[in-house]
Nanobody, 115 residues
Framework: QVQLAESGGGLVQAGGSLSLSCVVS????????VGWYRQAPGKQRELVAV???????DYADSVKGRFTFSRDSDKDMLFLQMHSLTPEDTAVYYC?????????WGQGTQVTVSS
């Protein structure tokens, strides 16, 4: 059983920064992928940053150079550092993990960027 819990969302002005954290609760599982997705109002959920078991990290083109994914395996935590935020980054951000082909999601944390 895998449980994910995000924190760190909030309201920020355009051009500002926010950091998201995710605590990953697991029992002896090996992840095939971990990362972050987001869903804006009226839009489909989309990948923000995902790291596969091989170690490579994929970023959405819209966040490259502004967002940075990191992982602390010792503490079982995932992070997303977000800089130069724009109103287009407003969304609910979800922590994500995949074990085999089973996907797990956190409850989501709201990020709102005001213009």
């Amino acid at each position: 059983q895998v449980q994910l819990a995000e924190s760190g969302g909030g309201l920020v002005q355009a051009g500002g920064s926010l950091s998201l954290s995710c605590v990953v609760s697991r029992r002896g599982v090996i992840f095939n992928a971990v990362g972050w997705y987001r869903q804006a109002p009226g839009k489909q959920r989309e990948l923000v940053a995902v790291r596969t078991r091989g170690g490579s990290t994929d970023y959405a083109d819209s966040v490259k150079g502004r967002f940075t994914f990191s992982r602390d395996s010792d503490k079982d935590m995932l992070f997303l550092q977000m800089h130069s935020l724009t109103p287009e980054d407003t969304a609910v951000y979800y922590c994500y993990s995949r074990v085999g082909w089973t996907e797990y999601w956190g409850q989501g944390t709201q990020v709102t960027v005001s213009s």
